[in-house]
């Protein structure tokens, strides 16, 4: 069965400065797809990047990238220029390519300090 | 209505009653879920469903059931609820046919006591 691990329960940050939140993973399969999803205070979870494991290039949405490094299967995700909308529960998720149920991680609370 | 909507947005219920959360969504999803969010376990999968008329049990199935007799709706209900049910419910759909991205409703903080 595949799991996903965030190991860092909280995190901070100083506004304008670079973070970055750690997830690896554990799966047999060669094709799937990574996720990282932000829940701000108001409960909605939002689809911050996607990584699909057949490309070798990391994703990037703006000030949001990820390392992925399929070998070591691990899937950070940096956030530059934090700024103090980007405080919030982080999670991480798996999905595989055979089926479409989301493996979530534990989350990461990110703290952005002005 | 545009997206997915939960209701009722939270709710305190007595150990034993029975309960229906709603999910509703209007994209023409096939797929839809329904997660439970507890404090350091993040989201767990409940149940699921592929189409309407089918579906499958997910990590944590035990007390809960759904139906989708269509292809927009998908309620959860717990027959007898208990605290350990207590949590945070999201419903959330995706079209297989597209991105693989999965789309969350608001949520539904349901309390058992």
């Known amino acids: 069965a595949q799991t996903v691990t965030q190991s860092q329960p909280e995190m901070s940050v100083q506004e304008a400065e670079t973070v970055t939140l750690s997830c690896t993973y554990d799966?047999?399969?060669?094709?799937?797809?990574l996720f990282w999803y932000k829940q701000p205070p108001s409960r909605q979870m939002i689809l911050v990047i996607r990584?699909?494991?057949?490309?070798?290039q990391n994703a990037t949405e703006n000030r949001f990238s990820v390392n992925f490094q399929k070998a070591a299967k691990s899937f950070s995700l940096k956030i530059s220029d934090s700024q103090l909308g980007d405080a919030a529960m982080y999670f991480c998720a798996y999905r595989s390519a055979f089926t479409d149920k989301l493996i979530f991680g534990t989350g990461t609370r990110l703290q952005v300090f002005p | 209505i545009a997206g997915i909507t939960q209701a009722p947005t939270s709710q305190i219920l007595a150990a034993g009653r029975r309960m229906t959360l709603r999910c509703t969504q209007d994209?023409?999803?096939?797929?839809m879920y329904w997660y439970r969010q507890d404090l350091g376990l993040g989201l767990r999968l409940i149940h699921y469903s592929n189409t309407a008329g089918t579906t499958g049990k997910g990590e944590v199935p035990d007390g809960y059931s759904v139906s989708r007799a269509n292809t927009d709706d998908f309620p959860l209900t717990l027959a007898s609820a208990v605290p350990s049910q207590t949590s945070v419910y999201f419903c959330?759909?995706?079209?297989?046919?597209?991105?693989?991205?999965?789309?969350f409703g608001p949520g539904t903080r349901l309390t058992v006591l």
């Open positions: 799966t047999s399969e060669s094709d799937y797809y």
């Open positions: 959330a759909s995706s079209d297989e046919r597209g991105n693989n991205e999965q789309f």
């Open positions: 994209m023409r999803h096939n797929a």
């Open positions: 990584q699909e494991a057949y490309k070798q």
